[in-house]
Structure formats: C-alpha cells, structure tokens
C-alpha cells in the first residue's frame, strides 16, 4: 500500500518558537495532501488542504499566517506552526490523497503523525 | 457542510462480532471511509464504500445506503487488538474532495 511519512514524529519547543513538520508521499506522487490536528479524545479536525504549485486551502478558523503550509513538490508537504504557543500543543497528521488509477480505490492514506508539545 | 454522527463507546466480547454505525448528512457526498486508530497512532485505513451494498475484507465488512444516509463497519471473530477507536469519514464533493471525520467510537473489546 501507499506509505506516507512524517517528520518529525515528536518535538517539544520552548513558547514562542516555530516548528516545521514534513510529510513525505514515499512511493506515489501526490498532489493533494491533507493536515489535521487532533486533540486529546477528540477526532481529527481538517486544518487545510496543501495542492502541489498553489496555495493551501485552509479551513474555518485556522489562520492561514500561523500554520504556513508549502506543497513545493509532488511529494513533499510541510506545515510550519510559527510562533508556537503550548494551545498549540496537539497531534498534527498529514495524508495523501491516492488516485484510484486501474480501478484501485481512491483513498487516502495518512502518516504516523507528530506529536508536538510546547513549553 | 457535514454532519456525521457515531455511537461514543461500545464493548464487545473476544470472539463475538460488532456493528459500529455511522449516520451522515452532506450537502454532497463521494465515499465514504472507516479507518481504525490505537491511541497515539495515526488511522490506518479499512474500508472505502461508495456505492450502496456491503464489502467484505476478511474480519472486517463495510455497509453503505446513500438514501439513508448511513454506513455500518462489521467486525467478526473480534480480537483483543481490535480494541481502538473507529472512525467514520466522509468525503465531499468538488476539486479537492475534502474528507471530513466524525467523532469515532471507542471499542472496548474483553475477555
């Protein structure tokens, strides 16, 4: 199956700092990639969808200047959190969205997640 | 916008089968997914309906009725790793197919 990777998997940083995850298409190019966060109990909550060569699309409520989102490349996406704040703190997930070509399913299949804390 | 809607928690006997339902109101839809998650893991994927009917996959089948707006996960010959939480997703319409989640139900499986 489809493998997605996410870099890094834990990072805690000090209030004020920011933090880049990276998530990683490892044998599929992907065009679309989505970021969730997660919240103790919680389900997983869109923040944006990250389109190769153009602007993210964020979701209601998230400030596109505070969670910065570049899709530079068909299989790489990053979500930089800036000036991180421990509200902040939660379980950031990235999939990829993998065309269903030859009658596969089009589905979407999703990183280990990464776990960041601020202090 | 969408609304999906999941029973919270259920416990279920090793050995014994489970029905984990899912309601859902959309102003469009175009699939929907049941994915399992262990607590601090990322959801790994089971099932993707988008027609109406049942989809076996050894243990697990997925039921979809576009009408009624409601999809089933069926889980036979439970194990105790299938204790997780189980999430219902819909996608929606247009370009970018936004695939939004519901709340997920807990599973709690014993001996």
């Known amino acids: 199956g489809a493998v997605v990777s996410q870099h890094p998997s834990r990072v805690i940083c000090k209030s004020g700092t920011s933090v880049k995850i990276e998530c990683r298409s490892l044998?599929?190019?992907?065009?679309?990639m989505f970021w969730y966060r997660q919240f103790p109990k919680q389900s997983l909550m869109l923040m944006a969808t990250?389109?190769?060569?153009?602007?993210?699309?964020?979701e209601q409520g998230v400030e596109k200047d505070k969670f910065l989102i570049n899709h530079a490349s068909l299989t790489l996406s990053t979500l930089t959190v800036t000036s991180a704040h421990p509200e902040d703190s939660s379980f950031y997930i990235c999939s990829a969205r993998v065309p269903s070509g030859g009658g596969g399913t089009d589905t979407q299949y999703f990183g280990p997640g990464t776990r960041l804390t601020v202090l | 916008g969408q609304n999906i809607d999941q029973p919270t928690e259920m416990t279920a006997t090793e050995g014994a089968i489970v029905q984990i339902n899912c309601t859902y109101q959309t102003s469009g839809f175009n699939g929907l997914f049941w994915y399992q998650q262990h607590a601090g893991e990322a959801p790994t994927f089971l099932s993707y309906?988008?027609?109406?009917g049942l989809e076996e996959k050894g243990r697990f089948s997925s039921f979809l009725s576009r009408s009624k707006g409601y999809s089933y996960l069926l889980l036979k010959e439970l194990q105790m790793k299938d204790s997780a939480s189980y999430l219902c997703a819909v996608r929606g319409p247009g370009g970018y197919q936004k695939v939004t989640f519901g709340t997920g139900t807990k599973l709690q499986v014993i001996p």
């Open positions: 309906n988008v027609l109406d």
């Open positions: 990250s389109n190769e060569g153009s602007k993210a699309t964020y």
């Open positions: 044998d599929f190019q992907a065009t679309t």
